[in-house]
């Protein structure tokens, strides 16, 4: 199984570069709600893999408090130049925190569903098989908040 993570939502660029955009308040919250989330409805997962991004790199931070987990940063998610099926490779299941569009143009290219990720939002596949869409106020119901 493949759970793609968008990062919560990002403060503008106030001149620090796109890169080094921190998360929101409302980004934070989304982020633990994710994990919480992931957590209650009892995903294994066995590695997350970040974009280095500060936003999406704290997204992975927060929402693997509740999963047991340490993010490991994959320089290509930040880009958008990689292939979902070869970063994961031989990791089992992954968490794999991101940015759009590359989140939404992957999951078109395995699975043929065109959608658009929600800031905070995640999507399940199996294989090439689109197992569920939570946005973020459905990922917060189900953490209890």
């Known amino acids: 199984m493949i759970f793609l993570l968008r990062h919560g939502e990002a403060e503008n ?22 994990g919480r989330a992931m957590n209650r409805l009892g995903f294994e997962i066995d590695a997350c893999l970040a974009s280095p991004k500060v936003r999406a790199r704290d997204t992975a931070l927060l929402a693997c408090r509740h999963l047991d987990l340490e993010p490991e940063i994959c320089p290509p998610i930040a880009d958008g130049r990689y292939d979902i099926l070869d ?5 089992g299941n992954v968490l794999l925190v991101g940015h759009e569009p590359d989140l939404s ?19 399940v596949l199996d294989r090439h098989t689109l197992r569920a869409l939570l946005r973020p106020a459905e990922l917060a119901a189900i953490a209890g908040g």
């Open 87 to 91: 970063i994961v490779a031989g990791r």
């Open 13 to 34: 660029d106030f001149g620090g570069g796109d890169a080094a955009r921190h998360l929101t308040e409302k980004g934070r919250e989304q982020s633990d709600a994710a």
């Open 105 to 123: 143009s992957e999951i078109a290219r395995l699975t043929g569903s065109r959608l658009k990720m929600k800031k905070g939002g995640l999507a």
